[in-house]
């Protein structure tokens, strides 16, 4: 699909409209959700819209109405339904059956990894976000402060506030247009992006104090399994930025970084920083995501899952003769 589609282009006869995001909802998928929940609520008021998402994190209460999140569905007979961020329909939450019943359905993404399950797709995988997807489908001028805020919001968190190799000039065009329309940008990186409560940073402190160096030095890795995660009191939403920081160890190249979601079950989260493709070590095992940043879940024991993944990281490493 064309750069230039707008939202426009689908709400015609729309009474009835549900937005959905994915499991286990970041910011950008709470940005992007929240964005085009609000942009429809403000210009087209006829419109009876329902976002759906998972439970969300305290932290981004600042966005208007996040408490309009539904996190099971009652209601059927949509017009139009929009997935966000969601680069495959097996990891929508709370919607997936009401989505496939719906004759028009529309997918907005950035993943490099979408698997085009919309009858329409609107997939941009060289945005920094699904927000900036969003916002080049939105009316400029139709844009408020609190669409804006929850915009900046996901381009922040899939940005890594403007530090990953998908930030472009555009993005930071798009980023100052939010900013001219009053967003409290300061608060939004500090509060909605870096700051983690005691039990975060009690389970990022475990996480890098067991990790280990692989791959001589080129790779780190690092795993919780539920006992650990019940100990802390910390759930798979308080999981982020775990892998990140593991990322920027100096001298690596791929960080993993995984969780035990139930028993003998990982959710793998996998960066790099200059060389490794982690989607398609993510693809690989019927994950994905994007070019530096990458996930998927597997079975077995610690040591099967990260030698299994180890494989392909270092293939990859050897073919640039990193190692």
Do not use: W
Request: charged share 25%; net charge negative.
């Amino acid at each position: 699909m064309k750069k230039n589609v707008k939202i426009d282009d689908f709400l015609k006869d729309v009474k009835k409209l549900g937005i959905a995001g994915h499991v286990r909802p970041d910011g950008d998928c709470i940005g992007s959700c929240m964005g085009l929940y609000l942009y429809i609520k403000e210009n087209y008021p006829h419109i009876e819209s329902h976002v759906y998402m998972e439970k969300i994190m305290g932290k981004f209460d600042y966005i208007k109405d996040i408490d309009k999140v539904e996190n099971e569905i009652s209601d059927t007979g949509f017009d139009l339904f929009i997935s966000i961020d969601l680069s495959d329909r097996e990891r929508m939450a709370v919607a997936g059956e009401e989505f496939a019943k719906t004759e028009k359905t529309l997918c907005i993404d950035h993943h490099v990894s979408n698997t085009g399950f919309g009858l329409y797709n609107h997939v941009v995988p060289d945005a920094s976000s699904s927000c900036e997807v969003l916002y080049d489908m939105l009316d400029e001028d139709k844009i408020s402060r609190d669409t804006a805020t929850a915009l900046y919001t996901g381009i922040i968190h899939d940005s890594g506030v403007f530090k990953y190799e998908s930030t472009t000039e555009h993005t930071m065009n798009i980023a100052g247009k939010l900013m001219s329309l009053g967003v409290d940008f300061p608060a939004i990186i500090d509060e909605g992006f870096y700051e983690k409560t005691y039990v975060q940073n009690q389970i990022l402190g475990r996480a890098l104090l067991e990790s280990i160096l692989l791959l001589d030095g080129k790779c780190i890795f690092s795993a919780v399994n539920k006992q650990e995660m019940e100990f802390y009191g910390v759930t798979p939403s308080e999981m982020g930025g775990v892998v990140e920081q593991l990322r920027l160890t100096a001298g690596v190249e791929c960080a993993i970084f995984m969780y035990e979601t139930a028993h003998m079950e990982y959710k793998v989260s996998l960066r790099s920083k200059k060389y490794v493709d982690c989607n398609a070590v993510a693809g690989y095992f019927g994950g994905g995501g994007h070019i530096r940043a990458a996930g998927c879940t597997l079975r077995g024991t610690v040591h099967d899952v990260v030698n299994n993944i180890l494989i392909h990281i270092e293939k990859q490493l050897k073919e640039k003769g990193l190692l």
